[in-house]
């Protein structure tokens, strides 16, 4: 099983941008597909964005689409969202996930998971 670790989160100015990264451990990475999911406080954590294991499918909820963008690197046993047009809305604790046997936005099915990174945006 691979350990996750993001990185890349902060505070931001509405309409900024930020990128997180989040590297795998092991050797396996490219057997999981991947997503990010967010919490913000007093809300149920909440998909954000998916990606398959090869990278050539992608996914997204309503509210980050236009904006958000995931992709992997599997030699780099990173993936990663480039967050753009930031909004205080999008303020939240950012996990990565991997799932070995599953691959869509459904975040109960994703089974590792990472220890979240903190994204603050300011009007």
């Known amino acids: 099983q691979v350990q996750l670790v993001e990185s890349g989160g902060g505070p931001v100015q509405a309409g900024g941008s930020l990128k997180l990264s989040c590297t795998a451990s092991?050797?396996?990475?490219?057997?999981?597909?991947m997503a990010w999911a967010r919490q913000a406080p007093g809300k149920e954590r909440e998909f954000v964005a998916g990606i398959s294991r090869g990278g050539g499918t992608t996914y997204s909820t309503d509210s980050v689409k236009g904006r958000f963008t995931i992709s992997r690197d599997n030699a780099k046993n990173t993936v990663y969202l480039q967050m753009n047009s930031l909004k205080p809305e999008d303020t939240a604790v950012y996990y990565c996930?991997?799932?070995?046997?599953?691959?869509?936005?459904?975040?109960?099915?994703?089974?590792?998971w990472g220890q979240g990174t903190q994204v603050t945006v300011s009007s």
């Open positions: 996930a991997g799932a070995l046997y599953y691959s869509g936005s459904e975040i109960r099915r994703y089974d590792t």
């Open positions: 092991g050797r396996t990475f490219s057997s999981y597909a």
